[in-house]
């Protein structure tokens, strides 16, 4: 399967001791999968792609012992923990090992304002720990009940919260990581302020995370809401209006276009029949001004206090890139798309995109702020005709000044595109990891003349 | 001095039972002014304004006993608390009753993130009660530790906080007032929503705000900034990165231009000569972002966190118009002006504006977000050289744009403008003072037959 030899591998495990080993096929195969089946291209060709075994780290020690053999052994490291994301982050190309750290969950401190946390911190235990101190984190994907701190910070890019405080990228939305080397003499590296973006959105290759220090936000009473408009153009410009209001507190303001809601489950029943809807998280103090702005323009079906509680399905699991995964469930020949709308021309190129692709490209926004500008990031629903058909709406859409973050590529330079950031990465992972162990195959400029 | 007869006011006094009464015509005469004199074209006008005597509800009854006696007798009411504003709104133009409402100081009650307060309860008052449930008011203006929360939204628009916020405007920035109408048999009205606009900026011509529902924001530790630049456009320039990170918690954002700080009194020693500053003032979780994102661009000269407990001067003192207040305390030649920058051509405005008047326009800028943008709202230092001197430079400003709430009149249309509210504040009016007996002269467009 890989060119490791048995041999090599025996050598490894033997090295590593008492540290953790899962060595069962079936077991290594399934967590070296993540959601890039969202996908159809990247299903082609991540399907089977598989470590050879998982490393299951009890902490920063069993880190450090871990990579120095790997290192020794020239033997690629794949870090993953919930293995949430979509882009084949956690899929190791090259076999090796998956780096499962999941038991790396401690908090080491909570200040006013700020979490120091270990990274496979899982956000929804995070979250229910800092409610005693009044606090949350800023921002959290849709994956948020699964999804682990370090998982969201090395793959992801914003979500929930977005809103109000822009993405990842955005200045002091990432105060601090330290990150493990992979090498024979592992160091241990503390990443501060600009030098922290060093590992925002590289899929675990520029080191190994091991802890990330994070700004929180007051933890309002949130209320979840379903709005619901005639047409799907007076939920994008109703959701634009409270983006803009700087008065009301949301964490997520999600248009979503008819017929997009009519596979959503357990929420149809507030989802009237041919009606587009928003959905909206909205800080409680707010609620009244909220329905102030919204008047007469737009009907709410469903208003809940906010619910991530073990067996609980919060609203924002039918936002983000969990619109998607709803419609996946019954339809399987869909896929989507990631795009960023200029801010200046917000409802404009809404409208131009709306009428380019009537049918086959399903509109889903999310408001966000971007570089301070509020704007819409788009998750829409692609009806999938194949790869040839799929590059050429991107195309249409570049054309358009519509950019996208392609979905459907695994590797950091290709995927990311206005996501990046501005930060030397490959520089950085030329220091951290001489030997292009981590995650080798995704960070595509890397080269290295691997022994 | 007015053409309210003593025989009237004799027969009010005597009405009014107990409520407290101040007659001394020194008092009446000093407590009739405000911080008009700013403007020396108001100072012309209003200098000598005077109310006939004060008068002191203790509480709300006697706020409905005192004007439902001024109704029967036909006295003006014009309500005055801290007597900050510049705008002469709290000058009494056709003398009768001051009616100072410092005594209405109660909290009705604190819920998690909105507060509900008597108007005449002090800004600083508030904050400092607030305290103690991790929460302040979003925004106040510079005046803080003297002005009244109904004052501020009766004559204010915003302040620090407006950089995060938007104004007093911004949808959810109001959520509810209790008016109390002047008429012989006076109403208590409740203003929820949009309608509580309807007293926003209004010099209390629309009826007498006896209690406010302000939203609340989280009280952050908030450090005092002051940043030196070579340059006045790279104090804005780095102000406007800041502005936009809306990862940074921040709640001022100051970019003033040498010479000004040579006027800044205690504070000098941190403006070294020749420079152009910024101050700010930044939540403690995000100073080393804030530090980060300044780079080599600007040096700190004073860094320590805000207090503006009694006794000491906080450097939000020389922010908003109290920067126009530290030059007039030495040089009395100089007046303001209040600009709206094009949020979409900042930066290029700002330029533009600095090459029209080179000395005479001294730059102060504030960052503002306003209908959901950053962008700048101006209070310059200007030369004074006459009227149609000062009437030309805002002609020309706002032939390029940039424009002014003028603060050289002292009606609610003509110097408002753009800091105007969509509520039918005139209609109200008429609703709420039908004999036209609250604040007369300064709602123009109000015409009453008042016998």
Redesign the interface.
Known sequence: MNDLSIHVLDKLVADLGDIPVVTDPKVVRRRSRDFFWYSPVLNEQLDGKSADLIVAPRDENDVIATVATCARHRVPVTVRAGGTGNYGQAVPLEGGVLFDVTALTGIEWI????LRVEAGAKLNAIDAELQGH?SEL?MHPSTKRTATIGGFVAGGSGGIGSV???GLR????I?AARVVTVEEEPRIIEL???AAQKINRTYGTTGIITALEM??A?A??WIDLVVVFDEFLEAASFGYDA???????KKVLAPITWPLPSYFGALRPYCPEGKSILIAMI????L??????LGARGTITLETPTDDSPGQVPLYEYTWNHTTLQVLKTDRSVTYLQCLYPH?RLMEKIVEMRKLFPDEVLQHLEFI?F????TCSGLPVVRYRGVDRLNEIIRLHEECEVYIANPHVYTVEDGSRYKRVDADQLGFKHEVDPHGLLNPGKMRSFVTARP
Do not use: M, Q
């Not at 955005?170 to 939305?173: I, L, M, T, V």
């Open positions: 200040k006013p304002g700020i009044g800023r109000t405080y822009g955005e200045p002091g939305n105060l501060r302020g600009d700004p929180l007051p309002w009473k983006a803009l209001a700087d008065g009301i507190i800080a409680e103090p707010s009244e001004s909220f329905k102030a702005l200046d702020r570089n301070g500008r509020v």
